[in-house]
């Protein structure tokens, strides 16, 4: 049963970047350091509980360790799916760019 759970769930990569987050609504950015991303979603330390079912934007920076290579910046919407106390985020990726630094 784990296993096949597991099997289901989109691959995580453990990614610290410092994030800047906001509610779709507002203009006040707030910052966050990314815990790990997935093709579907993002696990975050924000500065404030969020509700499920908020509509948040998300901007962070993607390094390349490649000196071939820049690093990229991403920016997109999502969902926040759940929050808990520390506070930890977790929010799906609905609409992503990247941007080429």
């Avoid at 490649?66 to 990229?72: R, Y």
């Avoid at 969902?79 to 930890?88: A, C, K």
Wanted: hydrophobic fraction near 45%.
């Amino acid at each position: 049963e784990w296993a096949r759970v597991m099997k289901d769930r989109a691959m995580r990569f453990v990614i610290s970047a410092a994030l800047r987050y906001r509610i779709r609504s507002e203009r006040t950015w707030h910052d966050g350091i990314t815990q790990n991303i997935s093709s579907s979603g993002i696990l975050f330390l924000g500065q404030q509980l969020l509700n499920p079912g908020t509509q948040i934007e998300m901007s962070f920076n993607l390094q390349v360790e490649l000196a071939v290579a820049a690093g990229a910046k991403v920016t997109c919407h999502g969902v926040v799916v759940r929050s808990s106390e520390y506070p930890m985020i977790a929010a799906n990726i609905s609409r992503s760019r990247l941007l080429r630094q």
